[in-house]
């Protein structure tokens, strides 16, 4: 009998197809509940850097962040944010060079050749410092903004310290080397952060060219090129990059601070002491690896997780009472969007709700609010709700009496004399209301007493005037004086 091969080979072919159309189902689900891969960490010549989400403080990338470095040029953003904060709305105001601020500064570093006794208006003297890194401009604006560039050094300081970096002393606004001038890549961060937070700031940096216009000492223009290559065009330009400050001095070595947008994901990035060669590409490698690191959507608070209680009174008095207590729980649960990996121990909070509260209260109204931060940098803030609603107690009333109350008999009550009558229409005295009152009831004796003794001296006088007059001599009566004969 002949073997048919066709019926085993089409069973071979159907368990193929099987295995391999199940290995593929397999691989595609598989990829599909894969979760996003974090991206390879680069390596950087920087040694001190930093990549801080610009919106929520996150840190994305860090090395050495809070050890000592020098600055250089990049003290220039603080500089300019200083100045940015007094003058926003006085851009045209004039700033004049001293003698000091043109010649103090080496004559091989960065400037725009400003001469003594010139002047130029707020606004070309930040182009000249953001774009040129120019120091006798940073000198005339400390000059302008302080009594010396000492006490401007000394305002710097206190402001990097106002916005949380602790870490930071400066001396001098342009970043010139000085041993005592340090900074840390986490503060310079934050200053940074601080400093985007103005639109003309954000323009400064973003500008490629700026012409200044003749002034009383340079009769050409001064064409000023910015020198952050990651916005010129090039090799190294980059189209997520907004705009920087560059610094090189040969003690701090190159230093760089870059603000950069992707989609909906702002990004600053601060690298210290780093080498020439490697100043922007260690920068872009960074922008990449922060750029490519996925943000998973993580429960934050649950609505009544944190959820307190605060007395409601009646009123504001002394003598209130409490009526009841209400619950403030947070609006709804709240989800955040943290890069992965993220600890989420590092967010704190600080609830901020009154100690206690007035009737009425309604559920749903807003009472307080809670603010979450990382490391002491505000990321947000969720409003309070009260989850009750607590309204003032109305008085019970009476109950109406079945049956109407027999009305009790007015007195009655003897009618007035002619007398009295007559009496109290004409003077309309009160005699025990006059006998209440203090003064009426002190007074009224004394003048009555008074008069009394007045005509008791006056009939006195006549009686003695008379007498006298019989003796033979003269009477007084009143002023008339009457003499008689014997």
């Excluded at 106002?162 to 340090?182: C, E, M």
């Amino acid at each position: 009998m002949k073997k048919s091969i066709t019926k085993p080979a089409f069973q071979i072919f159907i368990a193929l197809y099987l295995v391999f159309s199940n290995v593929t189902t397999l691989q595609a689900t598989s990829v599909e509940e894969m979760p996003p891969a974090m991206p390879m960490t680069p390596t950087i010549s920087a040694t001190a850097a930093i990549v801080m989400d610009a919106q929520t403080g996150f840190i994305l990338y860090e090395k050495d962040i809070h050890e000592a470095r020098y600055p250089a040029s990049i003290t220039k953003i603080m500089t300019a944010l200083l100045a940015l904060e007094q003058y926003a709305n006085r851009l045209y105001e004039p700033i004049l060079f001293s003698y000091n601020a043109v010649y103090s500064i080496p004559w091989d570093s960065s400037h725009i050749a400003m001469d003594e006794g010139e002047t130029l208006s707020m606004e070309d003297a930040l182009y000249g410092l953001m774009l040129s890194s120019a120091n006798e401009v940073a000198n005339a604006m400390a000059e302008h903004l302080a009594e010396d560039i000492e006490s401007f050094g000394t305002l710097m300081t206190r402001r990097a310290a106002a916005l949380g970096a602790a870490n930071t002393t400066f001396t001098n606004p342009s970043g010139l080397h000085d041993p005592d001038q340090i900074t840390t890549a986490y503060d310079m961060a934050i200053i940074t952060r601080e400093a985007i937070r103005h639109p003309k700031f954000l323009e400064l940096i973003s500008t490629v060219r700026h012409d200044i216009p003749p002034t009383e000492r340079q009769p050409q223009v001064r064409e000023l090129l910015n020198s952050n290559q990651l916005i010129r065009p090039g090799r190294h330009f980059t189209e997520t990059v907004i705009g920087g400050k560059t610094g090189f001095t040969i003690p701090a070595q190159h230093t760089l601070v870059t603000y950069a947008i992707q989609d909906d994901r702002e990004l600053i990035v601060v690298t210290l002491q780093g080498e020439g060669a490697y100043l922007y590409t260690d920068t872009r490698a960074l922008l990449d690896y922060a750029f490519a690191i996925p943000y998973v959507q993580t429960p934050l608070f649950h609505r009544s997780q944190y959820a307190q209680t605060a007395p409601v009174f009646s009123d504001w008095s002394r003598q209130r009472t409490q009526i009841g207590e209400v619950r403030l729980v947070m609006s709804d649960d709240v989800y955040i969007a943290l890069p992965m990996g993220f600890d989420i121990s590092e967010v704190e909070y600080q609830t901020y709700a009154p100690s206690q509260l007035v009737v009425p209260i309604q559920a749903g109204q807003n009472i307080g609010r809670m603010v979450y931060s990382m490391r002491g940098i505000p990321m947000g803030d969720i409003p309070l709700q009260a989850d009750n609603t607590v309204l003032p107690v109305l008085a019970e009333a009476e109950p109406a009496p079945a049956t109407e109350p027999e009305l009790a008999a007015a007195p009655i009550t003897p009618p007035l004399s002619h007398t009295e009558r007559y009496t109290r229409s004409r003077f309309n005295l009160d005699l025990e209301e006059l006998a209440e009152n203090y003064y009426l009831s002190f007074l009224l004796p004394l003048a009555i007493f008074a008069a009394g003794l007045v005509v008791s001296i006056g009939i006195f006088k006549i009686h003695r005037s008379r007498k006298q007059a019989r003796l033979g001599h003269y009477a007084v009566i009143g002023s008339q004086v009457f003499r008689y004969r014997r």
